[in-house]
């Protein structure tokens, strides 16, 4: 592999992942650094079937079907676009890694230290997670006013507090936690902080 940096942004729906994926890739840009930027699931075959799920409801779909979409939805994200750019040198900002399948299939009864095994059979690691936290009830509000919902507000939140307990438990050193109540330019100072110190000895482009 080559020099790049694989960047994960996480946390539940609504904790402004996707603002602050952009943000990110804008101020890399920025200071002229060769960035992509990746959303999962991906618009690809996996990823299709995935949000036809997610749109349409579960239904009778067992939780270990559901993580198997998800896992070859990223082993093809992981062969055709994150490990070509790595190997280019150029910065990967995901919207959403395994952090994401292991928080939310975890909340549906399956070992989240399980899932991170098997996607690290393939998937590399990042060297920089940041997860956005968030209240639950906060969250269900700000998805409701963004995309309206079908499903029952109560069985949503409890939901997102079960995935937002496991995004908390997530330690490792690579791994940084931020409270997503503050406003999106607050955040973003703040994981752009971290990320500056550890692009130092990255080459930008010429």
């Known amino acids: 592999m080559g020099q790049g940096i694989l960047i994960?942004?996480?946390?539940?729906?609504g904790?402004?992942?996707?603002?602050?994926?952009?943000?990110?890739?804008r101020a890399l840009v920025r200071e002229g650094y060769p960035v992509v930027k990746l959303k999962e699931p991906t618009s690809g075959r996996w990823g299709q079937r995935i949000r036809e799920i997610v749109q349409?409801?579960?239904g009778d779909l067992r939780p270990q079907a559901e993580l198997e979409l998800f896992v070859q939805d990223r082993y093809e994200?992981?062969?055709?676009?994150?490990l070509p750019a790595l190997e280019q040198d150029h910065i990967v900002v995901m919207d959403r890694y395994y952090f994401s399948t292991m928080a939310y299939q975890g909340a549906l009864g399956l070992d989240p230290r399980a899932i991170q095994r098997v996607n690290e059979e393939f998937a590399p690691r990042p060297d920089l997670v940041f997860i956005l936290h968030l209240p639950p009830s906060v969250a269900v509000q700000r998805i409701t006013r963004s995309r309206g919902t079908g499903n029952d507000a109560f069985e949503?939140?409890?939901y997102l507090a079960a995935v937002e307990?496991?995004?908390?438990?997530?330690r490792e050193p690579s791994i940084h936690h931020l409270?997503?109540?503050?406003?999106?330019?607050?955040v973003h100072r703040e994981i752009w902080r971290v990320v500056e110190a550890s692009l130092q000895p990255f080459l930008r482009e010429p």
């Open 56 to 58: 349409g409801g579960r």
């Open 156 to 158: 949503q939140e409890r």
């Open 8 to 13: 994960a942004i996480e946390g539940i729906d």
């Open 165 to 170: 307990a496991i995004y908390t438990d997530l």
């Open 77 to 82: 994200d992981v062969q055709e676009r994150i």
């Open 15 to 25: 904790s402004g992942k996707s603002t602050q994926a952009d943000l990110l890739t």
């Open 179 to 186: 409270d997503a109540l503050q406003p999106a330019e607050e």
